[in-house]
């Protein structure tokens, strides 16, 4: 596990500008997250999200995009906790920066048992 997680963070690793984490849906890209260089956020759904009439994200209305200088509550709450042991165990093997969220969503919040969205992150 350690080497597919080393090959991943090779792969996500970025310097400018900034990379786009993909919001899908059953293989569908139906939503995007930026972080700007300014550090703001930016989100917003894909015409695939209405198209497949799915219910918007917690805290996040369809109707308009979504800047601001925090992560999105429903992002926070798939963020791994960075305090417990395996994940710092993972952190420092890997070389994950603990602050870069999106490589942290990418890497170890991509998936979840009770949530059909899948996170992948992509060059911008």
């Not at 979504?66 to 906790?81: A, I, K, S, T």
């Not at 165990?89 to 994950?96: D, E, L």
Request: aromatic fraction near 10%; charged fraction near 30%.
């Amino acid at each position: 596990m350690k080497s597919k997680l080393k090959k991943m963070l090779l792969w996500y690793r970025y310097h400018t500008p900034p990379p786009t984490l993909k919001i899908l849906y059953d293989g569908t890209e139906v939503a995007e997250l930026k972080r700007e260089d300014g550090g703001l956020y930016r989100f917003r759904y894909l015409d695939a999200f209405k198209q497949m009439h799915l219910e918007p994200l917690p805290g996040l209305a369809m109707d308009k995009e979504h800047v601001g200088p925090e992560l999105p509550l429903y992002f926070r709450e798939r963020m791994p906790d960075v305090r417990r042991a395996d994940i710092q165990r993972i952190v420092a093997q890997v070389g994950i920066p603990v602050n870069d969220e999106l490589l942290l969503l990418a890497t170890l919040g991509k998936h979840t048992i009770t949530d059909p969205f899948v996170f992948e992150l992509t060059a911008a």
